[in-house]
T-cell receptor, first 114, second 115 residues
Framework: EAQVTQNPRYLITVTGKKLTVTCSQN?????MSWYRQDPGLGLRQIYY???????DKGDVPEGYKVSRKEKRNFPLILESPSPNQTSLYFC?????????????FGSGTQLSVL | RKEVEQDPGPFNVPEGATVAFNCTYS??????FFWYRQDCRKEPKLLMS?????NEDGRFTAQLNRASQYISLLIRDSKLSDSATYLC????????????????WGLGTSLAVNP
């Protein structure tokens, strides 16, 4: 089954404790992206990747890191989480970054930073 | 002015009703337009792309008005299962940073279909 798999689904952590949210897709997609979704602010892009070893900042990259060592995986790293990073996170992928390409989303990670 | 604006609703309609949502966008160079559906706390899923000539998919009809810079979604014969938030999404036109002609997401319109 074609899918984007995110883990964990829920995560509660404390300020400053490094964490990684994993994202994997099995569709051989070139393009992958991370979003966060907050009430009143909608979906905002954190980082994106056009292909292996090609990543770039989105609209809200501060406090986040990503890597794309393999085509299928695009982990999101919070080196020192802070409470303002409490949010619902989505990973997404598409076959390429084209005008009409459909985005496939993972099921989301609800992160709470205490 | 926000780049993509939607009426947040909620729209409460009875089963079988016809309901329409509008979405306005500010960048006249925008290239592509979409409606995504999102159930509460779940991932967005593409409902339909919006084409210049308008397009229909079953009970759903999408239209684009470039002159007035808005897109619309019409849902006919509403079902209980249509209850969700509908996100208007616009892809920036040429000239965006790098190759990331980014998607700009509206905040969504909430629809509740009641028995």
């Amino acid at each position: 089954e074609a899918q984007v798999t995110q883990n964990p689904r829920y995560l509660i952590t404390v300020t400053g404790k490094k964490l990684t949210v994993t994202c994997s897709q099995n569709m051989n997609h070139e393009y992958m992206s991370w979003y966060r979704q907050d009430p009143g602010l909608g979906l905002r892009q954190i980082y994106y990747s056009m292909n292996v070893e090609v990543t770039d900042k989105g609209d809200v990259p501060e406090g986040y890191k990503v890597s794309r060592k393999e085509k299928r995986n695009f982990p999101l790293i919070l080196e020192s989480p802070s409470p303002n990073q409490t949010s619902l996170y989505f990973c997404a992928s598409s076959i390429r970054q084209g005008a009409r390409e459909k985005l496939f989303f993972g099921s989301g990670t609800q992160l709470s930073v205490l | 002015r926000k780049e993509v604006e939607q009426d947040p609703g909620p729209f409460n309609v009875p089963e079988g009703a016809t309901v329409a949502f509008n979405c306005t966008y500010s960048n006249s160079a925008s290239q592509s337009f979409f409606w995504y559906r999102q159930d509460c706390r779940k991932e967005p899923k593409l409902l339909m792309s919006v084409y210049s000539s308008g397009n229909e998919d079953g009970r759903f009809t999408a239209q684009l008005n470039r002159a007035s810079q808005y897109i619309s979604l019409l849902i006919r014969d509403s079902k209980l299962s249509d209850s969700a938030t509908y996100l208007c999404v616009v892809r920036a036109g040429a000239g965006g940073a790098g190759n990331n002609r980014k998607l700009i997401w509206g905040l969504g319109t909430s629809l509740a279909v009641n028995p």
